[in-house]
């Protein structure tokens, strides 16, 4: 990383590159691209790219629809599954309106924003996610079927767990990449597999998620499977999640190794949101047939290690002491998933809101009638979002009436789509 536009003119020129993705994220976190020749990537980094905005939902309409892209060089990498001759780079970029001002749908640079205000206040938020997926067999015209690619459970090995060889080669394709996962494994359900990744700053790990789907859905694919990112893809079975791990820096300190009470109210803004931005966090019809099964939380609440909770407290030491948020799912917008919880938990610290006591209960099996819970449905989770003054000091009016408009006349994904 820490790459210039003149390090990435460089590269395209020493490297034999003849293609280059210039990747955004429409308003529910889908990976747009367009692809560019090498003789106007300086044109990309000057001018931006036009692109018709108003094909996309959720951005603009016909009447004025050019919006630009501008690639971040930062995030110059080869993507290693295609060709070594007439090489391939991406980079993901920032979508700015003809005079280059911000697009206020773009939500990377939403994030971006957040992450500047926790900056201002001399925060820096990293963030390292714990990723599931189901991976399904095609059948012989190449469709993906529910069929699980096998019958495993949690931690088992092969040869009864049939996607370590899969995981491996994701893992591999991702360091390529500049990515670093640090463990996997098989997860409960039959074909559910999950890969963990090293926290980084909120950007880059929001960057890295979006390249994680590509790769897990590019790999799978090159070994004739499925690789499904839907939350609960088989009924009775585990859901998957998106699990977000987060720690809270000053002067190079993590609150929460030291525990210092700046931490609590940051886990206590993330609680007293949490109903509000759940849509953001579980934004399907299905995301809510996950919540309160399999270990998926259903309960606004916080416990040191207990995996019944909303929020727990894993057992880490040093730079790897955290929280771990457990509702959202892979089907987010990972920037505005970020954006949301970072926001909450900074709102905690402005108004210095007191943490709850601990939930030192297993909530799936003991009696909790005095504990809220999260939204019930996505409709739910709507409203609750649309009437929330903590979520328009985040998104602009405009953008958040755009987004459950549209959520609210859509369906999920059908199986085979995410």
Avoid at 145 to 169: H, I, L, S
Avoid at 293 to 313: G, H
Wanted: hydrophobic content about 35%.
């Amino acid at each position: 990383m820490g790459f210039t536009k003149y390090d990435v003119i460089q590269y395209v020129k020493e490297n034999d590159v003849k293609f280059i993705k210039l990747l955004f994220t429409d308003l529910f976190g889908r990976i747009k691209s367009i692809s560019i020749q090498p003789a106007i990537l300086e044109r990309a980094f000057e001018e931006g790219i036009s692109f018709d905005a108003g094909a996309i939902p959720g951005f603009l309409d016909s009447s004025k629809s050019d919006l630009f892209l501008h690639p971040d060089a930062e995030t110059l990498s080869v993507l290693p599954w295609r060709p070594q001759q007439g090489r391939v780079i991406r980079m993901f970029c920032n979508i700015c309106y003809p005079d280059g001002s911000p697009f206020e749908g773009d939500t990377r640079w939403l994030l971006k924003k957040v992450v500047s205000q926790a900056k201002e206040m001399g925060y820096v938020i990293k963030v390292g996610t714990e990723c599931e997926f189901y991976l399904f067999k095609l059948d012989e015209s190449g469709n993906p079927v529910k069929v699980p690619y096998d019958n495993a459970g949690y931690c088992d090995f092969a040869p009864v767990d049939k996607g370590e060889n899969v995981r491996r080669d994701i893992i591999l394709t991702l360091e390529k990449m500049g990515i670093q996962p640090e463990t996997s494994h098989h997860e409960a359900g039959p074909g559910q597999n999950e890969i963990d990744f090293k926290y980084s700053e909120a950007i880059q790990a929001a960057d890295n998620f979006g390249t994680y789907t590509m790769t897990v859905k590019t790999v799978a694919a090159k070994d004739g499977l499925f690789a499904s990112l839907m939350p609960k893809p088989i009924e009775n079975q585990s859901g998957s999640g998106l699990h977000v791990n987060l720690s809270l820096y000053k002067n190079g300190i993590n609150l929460y190794e030291s525990e210092d009470e700046v931490s609590k109210c940051f886990t206590a803004g993330i609680l007293k949101h949490i109903r509000e931005i759940t849509a953001f966090l579980n934004p399907l019809n299905q995301s809510y047939e996950r919540l309160g099964k399999f270990e998926a939380p259903l309960y606004v609440s916080w416990s040191p290690e207990n995996r019944s909770q909303l929020i727990r407290i894993p057992a880490a030491k040093g730079e790897s002491k955290r929280i771990e948020l457990r509702s959202p799912d892979s089907s987010c917008n990972q920037y505005l998933a970020l954006a949301m919880i970072i926001a909450a938990g900074l709102d905690g610290i402005k108004n210095n809101e007191e943490l709850p006591p601990a939930v030192n209960k297993n909530l799936f099996s003991e009696d909790v009638k005095d504990l809220e819970k999260l939204p019930q449905d996505l409709k739910s989770a709507l409203k609750l979002a649309e009437e929330s003054e903590f979520v328009k000091t985040v998104l602009d009016e405009k953008t958040l009436n755009t987004y459950v408009s549209l959520k609210r006349n859509s369906k999920d994904p059908e199986f085979g789509e995410l």
